[in-house]
């Protein structure tokens, strides 16, 4: 179940083509468990968790035992999609769509608390690169880096709306 007493429906990890991870290249698959994201920018949700620690040995080896297992045909609903460049949607809407709310939870408290984070980054700036580098920021963090997925326009009203998590939980 996910935070919210939802039932998490399995990716499909097998190598079949259209519903699975078939067309992945052996790069992809590694850069997706270390980083948090798909080929196309969407989010591993949780409860996978990220392995920004895998060696290249233990990646190639996960990739290689995915790929001798049978392929099988799996469809399910397609990842929310990264909001578009220029989309106007408020900080809330952001981090629901960006998939924030997969760790954080819809109040900021889940499997990471939001609560604190003016105090850990107090200015936007600070929160603003914890957000684009966590890895960066501490090695072996389970946060990705947002770098290159979270359009810029988007980061404010993003930002405005962790802050307004923590504001509203003591």
């Given amino acids: 179940l996910d935070l919210r007493g939802h039932t998490v429906p399995t990716r499909n990890l097998t190598p079949d083509p259209e519903t699975g991870i078939g067309r992945w290249s052996e790069q992809d698959f590694v850069t997706a468990v270390r980083t948090g994201f798909r080929p196309d920018k969407t989010l591993l949700r949780y409860p996978m968790a990220l392995l920004p620690d895998l ?72 929160l603003e690169f914890w957000i684009l580098d966590a890895p960066r920021v501490r090695p072996g963090t389970g946060m990705p880096g947002w770098r290159g997925v979270i359009h810029e326009e988007h980061l404010k009203p993003l930002i405005d709306h962790v802050l307004a998590l923590g504001k509203t939980r003591s």
Avoid: F, M, W
Wanted: proline fraction near 10%; charged fraction near 20%; include cysteine.
């Fill in 55 to 126: 060696s290249d040995q233990e990646g190639t080896a996960l990739y290689a035992y995915l790929r001798s297992v049978p392929a099988i045909r799996n469809p399910l609903p397609k990842p929310p999609a990264v909001p578009a460049a220029g989309a106007k949607l408020d900080g809330k809407a952001l981090y629901e769509q960006y998939g924030c709310v997969s760790c954080h939870g819809d109040d900021g408290i889940g499997i990471a608390d939001l609560r604190q984070a003016a105090e850990h980054y107090p200015t936007q700036e600070a």
